[in-house]
């Protein structure tokens, strides 16, 4: 369901509130776990006192604010393409308005798809601290279980990755009730903590953040950069808009989260101010001890939903990037026949596991990952700031003086969280940046090559016209349909010339079809097939579909009208004729010969177009070709 169908369906609003609550809002749900901890006790520790726990709690609570309910949820969120968000969703919105200008136009999609490439970064991170940090409660409700804390991490997360295949349709059903409670116990927790200490309210004012951040100068720099964890998951209100629609996202955040988060963050500066022994963990020393080992229960599955929302993303990413042409094609298995959202990548999936269990290992506490954290979440803020100042400009067609005035705010906050986090690079942050480096060379090199793969099929290409002319009536024609696939609109496919090479036939009905993908989330039915005759008897056909749609050829052949598709569709007299082919590097100007490599490299690892567009094996023919680029 798209955020217009969601929104304009007004009896569903409570039911989409519960299922955001429990999807959207899962990591920026579980920052409480280690914020408060990684500020007063992480490396930059803050001295204990209650001027600084008034400042911090103020500036917890103002960039919430600012950054959350203000950014994101009532200005971000208005900028979606066709219901749905994301950076790729929004890369495509902003590039098709900048069309006209070449150098912004390339500005938009360097950004764009960099903060793609981060999200990869911060889905491998957010598992490991946030799963890490839930059994580290452990070691509160029982010190001698201290040393199980990694085994029993990697035991759930192992656990979670290889439930990815069966899909999460049981499993989400819980996912409601479940953060329902954890937001529930988390404002329960924090009142319990508040009446002791009420005072800790007068940081609700933001003069105590202004007065933090004079008096303690650049230990209220370095501060910053664990302030900002009390954020991170700020991004998927306006990933997941298209899931659940704006108004079930907005009023959950508001009525909910919000007040939820703000009541657990100032009770457990109420308690630190009122028991400092608590530093050690903040979170669970909220609770009376009986409530320990459940709420280290109920925090490892919060935590786990948390980070099955971050691996679905990245799933939804990957296939963003693949229709977009930024990847190779990939496996991608529906795990649910009545939800279109619910995918499977086998590649991404293991992948991710590998780097979430090496992170895990590597640090071995929430605090070292802490370190880690951060770098891809406020480098992708400010990407976003910019992104949307792009859209103010060319979409919304707002005054560049009140362009300048929102995105200049909101860059002011989001630059300081971002060269606050610059410090932690030495000491762990380089991970995420390296991640989002080589998925950035990886998105724009196969980009690049796929570009000049097609100009050079199309250079060589051999005109239509001027093939049909060529025919000798001394090929035979042989009965039923072939379908040949192009990734060109013009010329003849490879596959048609190598068939008539080798075999001497030509089929009594030849279609030339293309796939093509939008830079809109859903092409409408009505849309979906467009039919040329060439020649009699001789059809070019285009498929279209958004970028978070997957192709399937047969389907859409067969649900054509024959009207709509100029012939009577038979599937079991079409024959499928698709060309692999194999790219040979050379050194050519403006394309390094190391990028060359990693094309050819990506292009042999691509999924087959027989898989990828769910074509019938039986009924495939596949014939391969060399060409260099």
Not at 276 to 292: C, G, Q, V
Not at 372 to 387: C, E, F, N, Q
Not at 404 to 420: E, Q, R
Not at 482 to 488: D, H, I, R, S, Y
Request: net charge positive.
């Amino acid at each position: 369901m798209t955020a217009t169908q969601a929104e304009g369906t007004s009896r569903n609003v409570p039911v989409l509130m519960i299922a955001a609550i429990g999807v959207v809002f899962g990591d920026i749900g579980t920052s409480p776990l280690y914020t408060m901890k990684e500020i007063f006790a992480g490396p930059h520790a803050l001295a204990m006192d209650r001027a600084n726990v008034l400042g911090i709690l103020s500036l917890v609570f103002w960039s919430i604010t600012m950054i959350v309910s203000i950014k994101y949820v009532i200005v971000i969120m208005r900028a979606d393409n066709r219901g749905e968000g994301g950076s790729l969703a929004l890369l495509a919105l902003v590039s098709h308005a900048a069309e006209g200008n070449k150098r912004l136009s390339l500005l938009v999609s360097a950004l764009g798809i960099f903060a793609a490439a981060l999200f990869y970064g911060d889905s491998m991170i957010t598992p490991a601290i946030s799963v890490l940090s839930a059994v580290e409660g452990l070691g509160v409700a029982a010190p001698s279980l201290e040393r199980w804390v990694v085994p029993l991490t990697l035991t759930v997360l192992a656990a979670l990755f290889l439930i990815q295949r069966q899909g999460t349709t049981v499993v989400g059903r819980l996912f409601g009730p479940v953060m329902l409670s954890w937001f529930a116990i988390l404002a329960i927790l924090g009142l319990r903590n508040i009446v002791h200490a009420p005072w800790v309210l007068a940081a609700l004012s933001p003069h105590h953040a202004l007065m933090f951040l004079v008096r303690e100068d650049w230990h209220a720099f370095l501060a910053l950069g664990s302030v900002v964890l009390a954020v991170t998951g700020a991004e998927a209100l306006y990933t997941d808009m298209g899931h659940f629609g704006r108004l079930p996202i907005r009023l959950a955040w508001y009525l909910l989260v919000l007040p939820a988060l703000v009541l657990n963050y100032f009770g457990q500066g109420a308690l630190l101010l009122t028991d400092p022994s608590a530093l050690a963990n903040p979170f669970f020393r909220l609770a009376p001890a009986w409530a320990t080992m459940p709420m280290v229960l109920l925090a490892t599955a919060a935590t786990v939903i948390a980070s099955q929302a971050v691996i679905s993303g990245a799933f939804s990413v990957t296939r963003q990037a693949i229709q977009l042409g930024y990847l190779p094609r990939m496996e991608i298995i529906h795990t649910s026949k009545e939800e279109i959202g619910q995918i499977y990548l086998p590649f991404i999936n293991w992948m991710l596991m590998i780097a979430v269990f090496a992170l895990v290992i590597g640090f071995q506490t929430s605090s070292n990952l802490a370190a880690a954290y951060g770098v891809a979440v406020t480098g992708t803020m400010v990407i976003d700031s910019l992104l949307i100042g792009s859209v103010m400009l060319l979409i919304w067609k707002w005054s560049p003086r009140k362009v300048g005035i929102f995105v200049g705010c909101f860059m002011l906050v989001d630059l300081s969280f971002f060269l606050a986090n610059a410090t932690k690079i030495p000491y762990g942050g380089w991970f995420p940046l390296a991640v989002g480096l080589l998925v950035f060379t990886i998105l724009t090199t196969w980009k690049r090559g796929r570009r000049q793969l097609m100009e050079r099929l199309k250079a060589h290409s051999f005109p239509v016209v001027d093939f049909l002319a060529s025919l000798s009536d001394r090929v035979p024609r042989v009965p039923g349909t072939a379908v040949f696939l192009t990734g060109t609109s013009e010329g003849v496919p490879i596959a048609l010339l190598h068939n008539l090479k080798h075999n001497r036939i030509i089929h009594e009905r030849v279609v030339l079809l293309t796939v093509l993908v939008e830079e809109t989330p859903f092409v409408p039915e009505e849309r979906r097939l467009e039919n040329r005759l060439i020649a009699p008897n001789v059809h070019r056909v285009y498929l279209r579909y958004g970028f978070m749609e997957s192709p399937n050829i047969p389907k859409a052949l067969a649900q054509a009208r024959s009207d709509q598709l100029g012939f009577f569709y038979e599937p079991m007299s079409v024959s499928y004729f698709v060309s692999r082919e194999t790219v040979i590097p050379l050194k050519r100007p403006g394309f390094s010969g190391w990028r060359e490599q990693l094309f050819a490299t990506l292009s042999r690892t691509s999924t087959s177009a027989t898989d990828f567009f769910h074509l019938p094996s039986d009924r495939v023919v596949e014939l391969g070709s060399q060409v260099e680029i």
